[in-house]
């Protein structure tokens, strides 16, 4: 399969359509386009998790992140999201972009863990809540189900804040845990209650590795 570039990767992304009315307590934004390209391209030219792999998006939104994984030569991506409309929005993405083998999941992620889906993915990728909408923690609890659900890595974004935290868990968890890559992540002004127009934070992408374990 000829590998999409990264700057033809990122244009595809440019044209997913995104949350039409995003719901603040799940923490709706998508991944901004270039970030989603970066992950997804590095998880393939890095790491060699997407192409041939089956792979999960926990909280999959409209689809950036699966669609991402679809495009770099995923043999099957499933996405699973708790919200409707989103689940709505992700479909039609991949119809409009005609693309095969990847569809979304209507579920709570945090229900997952004890059905069918146990180990059923070689890779897991995700850009969960934060956990900053009165549900702290969430992040965490999105990663333990990404570790059950996957066998050979699992990708998330997390707060540069929690990084030591997050490295004693992973050990916890018997992953093999490194930041890839330290991102400033432009939180656009999604909400009204945003007074500016919008806020970097800092996010580290981690990948955790389960091989061989
Ligand atoms: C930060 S957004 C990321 C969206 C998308 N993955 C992306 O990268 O553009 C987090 C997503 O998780 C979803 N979500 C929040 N809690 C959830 C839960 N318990 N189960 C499934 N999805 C959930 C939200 O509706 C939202 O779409």
């Known amino acids: 399969m000829t590998r999409l570039k990264l700057k033809k990767l990122e244009e595809y992304l440019q044209c997913v ?16 386009p270039h970030i989603a390209a970066c ?8 790491h060699d998790d997407i192409e041939g792999k089956l792979v999960a998006d926990l909280g999959s939104g409209c689809g950036m992140l699966s669609i991402g994984a679809t495009l770099l030569g995923a043999q099957l991506t499933i996405g699973f999201e708790l919200d409707d409309a989103a689940v709505d929005t992700f479909r039609q993405n991949v119809v409009d972009m005609e693309l095969p083998n990847v569809d979304c999941i209507r579920a709570d992620v945090l229900h997952l863990p004890g059905s069918k889906w146990d180990k059923a993915f070689d890779t897991v990728v995700m850009n969960p809540p934060f956990g900053t909408k009165h549900n702290a923690g969430m992040d965490m609890r999105f990663l333990d ?21 997050i490295q004693k868990k992973s050990k916890e968890w018997g992953a093999r845990g490194k930041v890839v890559a330290e991102l400033r992540y432009n ?3 999604s909400y009204k209650f945003h007074k500016q127009k919008s806020k ?8 955790f590795d389960l091989s061989e374990l």
């Open 17 to 32: 359509d995104g949350f039409e009315k995003p719901k603040l307590l799940l923490e709706q934004y998508p991944t901004p």
């Open 39 to 46: 992950m997804t391209h590095c998880m393939q030219e890095q």
């Open 145 to 165: 189900v990404g570790m059950r659900l996957a066998t050979g890595a699992v990708y998330s974004l997390h707060k540069t804040s929690t990084r030591a935290y």
């Open 187 to 189: 939180l656009e002004a």
């Open 200 to 207: 970097d934070i800092e996010v580290d992408f981690w990948r």
